[in-house]
């Protein structure tokens, strides 16, 4: 490790890995209840299981980023982090609000959580993602700016790169696009039309940006691959990302209200989507054919290359699966979209997260070429556990979308009520359990791998 500052990417690391054990966790618990429907009632109803799952999932990506940026930055820049105090500052006040929101949601009624949380001074709670308090927002609000702040003086003050040029984009649009959330028109396709702007614009525009950046970081350390050949690359991917990723909101514009003219565009930038991520695949496996090292830590670009792989096909197959207008008027909100929606995340942003704490995390723990071969072996096993039990779980939620559709959905055969239809899935659903809990096997595996002792000599 070259500059000491880079420790404080450490405990962020570290509380990703537990947040997202209990994002699993929770979604095995929904997975139990779509079996039986009354596993944990009232104690954990399906709402509440469903809110901590997923808001789990925007923190856990989170703490990863900052944790990424805060690891690659200085080593890009050639200098210490302008304010290490800052980093574990913001890390623990962090920490705290999305613990406190989460033991929120689920001790506390929701409506009372608003009351005491004093929403109606400024109301931004009841939408979907988007539940926390608003004084939790605010909070998030603080704590990115900070963020912003320290990672943004260290590269004023330090050499410029394309990486760092990238990341930090892809950072002021995350913290831009937030203030979307305290914007709630009375009126409910003004209300659904810029609550877009977050969850779409984020997921589908400034974290791909973010991606590309941590992706290229580990690329040129594990591959040796000139650097300059790289940035072509990344320039390529993430100027394809911006046009179709911004364009492409017009594919939640659908029947909401909207004008007719988003079906043409949604549709047509739906089509688009895919390539960046066809071009990421390229690109990885380019430069691992390229590469100008033997590095020892191989797992680092086995998860690089896996989180191409799986980023297209979870957020560009299977997005396109499902996003042209004909299409979307018969599946929008099914299975098919949780099915997108669980590859996606896995694929592009869980995978990048192992691809730069498998780099990173060695080193900080005083291992320069990686873990030993053991620990690599066992790490190897977590990931192929965890990527066919994702590939299961999507395939389960594919075939529960196709049966949604068919039984309660189209207008000759469909005529199932939704309950009624749940009903004749529960067997596909306990596919979808069952390969959630390989899911959960694969990361406790990646865990014990970290704790793997190496024979010695």
Known sequence: MKYSSQMVAKPYFIFALILLAGEILFGLIMGTQYIAGDFLFPEIPFNVARMVHTNLLIVLILFGFMGATFYLVPEESERELWSPLLAKITFWVFAAAGVATILGYLFVPYATLAEITMNELLPTMGREFLEQPTITKIGIVIVVLAFILNVGMTVLKGR????????????????????????????????????????????????????????????????????????????????????????????????????????????????????????????????????????????????????????????????????????????????????????????????????????????????????????????????????????????????????????QRLPDVGALSFMATQDEIVSVYKVRLAFGILVLAGLFTYFYSFFVKEETA
Do not use: C
């Open 160 to 407: 410029k790169t394309v990486i760092t040029v990238v990341l930090l984009t892809g950072l002021v649009g995350l913290a831009v696009f937030f203030l979307f959330a305290f914007y709630v028109p009375e009126n409910l396709v003004m209300d659904k039309f810029f609550w877009w702007y977050v969850v779409h614009l984020w997921v589908e525009g400034v974290w791909e940006l973010i991606l590309g950046a941590i992706l290229s970081f580990v690329l040129i350390k594990v591959t040796g691959v000139d650097r300059e050949h790289i940035d072509k690359w990344l320039y390529l991917i993430i100027a394809m990302t911006l046009v179709s990723g911004i364009v492409g909101t017009g594919h939640h514009y659908f029947f909401i209200g909207t004008p007719d003219y988003w079906l043409w565009i949604g549709s047509i930038a739906s089509a688009v989507e895919p390539l960046p991520f066809f071009l990421m695949i390229l690109y990885a496996f380019s430069m691992a054919k390229q590469r100008r090292i033997d590095h020892d830590n191989k797992m680092a670009l086995t998860w690089a290359k896996g989180t191409a792989v799986m980023a297209f096909l979870g957020a560009g197959v299977w997005g396109f699966l499902h996003t042209l207008a004909p299409i979307n008027f018969y599946t929008h909100g099914t299975q098919l979209t949780a099915a997108h929606g669980h590859l996606a995340f896995f694929g592009a942003y869980i995978m990048i997260l192992f691809t730069i704490i498998s780099y990173a995390m060695p080193i900080m723990r005083g291992r320069p070429h990686g873990n030993g071969p053991k620990a690599q072996a066992v790490e190897l096993k977590s990931f192929w556990m965890m990527v066919i039990g994702m590939l299961g779980l999507t395939a389960a939620l594919t075939v529960a979308g196709f049966i949604q559709v068919s039984l």
